[in-house]
């Protein structure tokens, strides 16, 4: 039984130590709060602003330190950024991205937890998820103080800087912390902490749910003040143009002070700055109604040179030879394109009822024609719509058609079967 209250009572004891500690600590930094917010303004603490017994108080509970006797005694940097962080100074604040000691620190107790548990400790198991859940909000904690801390400094420090030079620096410096904040988030794995939580609710709720919500939102804070960013550097390089312009306009017309702005439109030559649109070309023409100026066009119009031509006319009656050697060629073929067609539709009338009807092309390869078969599915076309309706009725023209492109409904005619439908012999029998 004594064995095992003693661990508790140990517990129990180290706990009101640190009590009793820290409020002694916290109101030592009260009582001497004036100057100690003094030495984080001025940088140091002189040797005469406190009594021996405070300094040495000061220096027992790691508030102040003394670097080397020439100088005066300064500030922890726990307190410098505690101090930073509650005033949301800027330029001293400083953001922890380092999430490796926490994670190690979180593996390590929820290894006392579980081994708690299986003593069956059940108040040792309370206190380790206690500090647990404490070490996992301190970790959601410290990426959102970072991210405060971006935001105050782009609304604030960031928007106000002097040059462009200020500008780029704090520009590269906001990056550099947006980059060591990206890789405190990316190092933590969930995959081992759900292998860590695996079997308990509370660690699975803690280590799981909560963390990867708030890292989650920490993540898309992020990315808006990396948008941000952007914005307000684009914003000041449009801003810092004009104010170049601006002073350098000043410049000059301290320097030539008897100068004038002239009337930009009516220029011939316009200077590079001013003249950013397209120049106009207006249509021009010649005025008949004034008889002041019509000498003028009369001797404009008799100076411009006649228009001359190398090309040699041909005679018309050679144009009429060539004409009447060339139409005679074109008639042949024309009649041999059309006769092959006839022929084409005198086979189909043959065929008759035997089969389901003829190809164009098909028949085009099988009797060694020698037509292009774009010309001879026209010549086709044109013969068949040239039939009286009597003895078009006779035929069934399908035209097999295909679609030019998938994205267009412009259909092309890859083929035609023809097919004949008599009706009575006897109109068969006019065909031929």
Known sequence: ?????????????????????????????????????????????????????????????????????????????????LIASMVTDENRRHINADVADKLETIRLRVKTYRDAQQRGDTTKAQFQLQLLT???????????????????????????????????????????????????LNYVDFAELIALGEGDVHLRKLLVSQLQRQLNAHHSSLLEVQRRLVQLMGRYREQQARSVLLTNMASFLREHSNFQVGDYAWRSQVPELINQAQPILPAAAI??????????????????????????????????????????????????????????????????????????????????LSWDAEVWLLQILGEYQSLPPQQRHLFSLRRDEQRAHPFNDLLLIADLELSFQPASQGQAQSLR
């Not at 904690?141 to 928007?159: I, K, P, T």
């Not at 228009?307 to 009649?335: D, G, I, L």
């Open 1 to 81: 039984m004594v064995s095992a209250t003693q661990p508790e009572f140990r517990e129990q004891q180290l706990t009101s130590s640190m009590l009793a500690l820290g409020t002694e600590r916290l109101a030592l930094i009260g009582k001497h709060s004036s100057l100690l917010m003094q030495a984080y303004l001025q940088g140091e603490l002189a040797d005469n602003q406190l009594s021996d017994r405070a300094i040495r108080k000061l220096v027992q509970a790691n508030l102040i330190y003394q670097p080397d006797e020439s100088r005066g005694f300064l500030l922890r940097p726990q307190l410098a950024d």
């Open 287 to 368: 005025s008949l109604d004034q008889h002041a100026a019509l000498e003028v066009a009369t001797g404009l119009m008799a100076s411009m040179p006649r228009p001359t031509s190398n090309k040699e006319s041909v005679p018309s009656e050679q144009a009429e030879r060539v004409a009447t050697v060339a139409n005679p060629q074109v008639e042949a073929r024309q009649q041999a394109l059309k006769a092959d067609v006839e022929a084409l539709l005198l086979h189909v009338v043959d065929q008759g009822k035997q089969q389901a009807g003829v190809s164009a092309l098909q028949y085009l390869r099988e009797k060694n």
């Open 134 to 184: 404490g070490l996992v909000h301190d970790l959601g904690g410290q990426f959102g103080e970072a991210m405060d801390s971006l935001w105050h400094r782009l609304n604030s420090n960031f928007g106000f800087v002097a040059s462009l030079a200020d500008k780029i620096r704090e520009n590269h410096r906001a990056q550099q912390q947006i980059g060591r904040l990206l890789d405190g």
